[in-house]
């Protein structure tokens, strides 16, 4: 069975209490709920954890070596300057896909670089909690779990 790490990264601890206009009531909790829900449902066994500091995002990424098969991050603020994220993620060699909840792309030009972004399989913004969800799908495919394709 294919295993997955979902690392949310600093300040998504406050779902439900930062920012709703831009990031909804969804707390974190009730969003690894579903991505429990979800990674059963496609047979996937699943890691959640949440960093608040990116030397525990990178050593998160670096034990992902051994224990799974793909990473789905949520890297927040550390989307557009984390270089030690975005090489600790390069140096796995496992199949990484980038999540925002909210579009980067439409808020602050800042936002709009992702550092991270030239070493995921790919990235899904804008789309709320879905996103997780619709990484996972991805995850499962990527890794043999997910349903044949036919040609």
Avoid: W
């Amino acid at each position: 069975m294919a295993s997955v790490l979902v690392i949310h990264g600093p300040n998504l601890n406050l779902l439900g209490h930062r920012e709703r206009q831009v990031y909804g009531l969804t707390t974190l909790a009730q969003i690894d709920y579903m991505i429990h829900e979800k990674a059963d449902e496609l047979g996937l066994q699943v890691e959640v954890a949440q960093h608040n500091s990116e030397g525990e995002i990178i050593e998160a990424i670096h034990q992902a070596i051994v224990t799974h098969s793909c990473i789905i991050i949520n890297p927040a603020a550390y989307t557009h300057y984390s270089y030690a994220i975005r090489d600790a993620l390069a140096a796995t060699g496992l199949p990484c896909i980038e999540v925002h909840l909210s579009n980067i792309y439409s808020r602050e030009e800042f936002r709009a670089k992702s550092v991270i972004s030239p070493v995921v399989v790919g990235q899904i913004s804008g789309f709320g909690p879905q996103g997780y969800l619709l990484a996972l799908q991805a995850a499962a495919n990527l890794t043999g779990n997910g349903p044949a394709v036919q040609t």
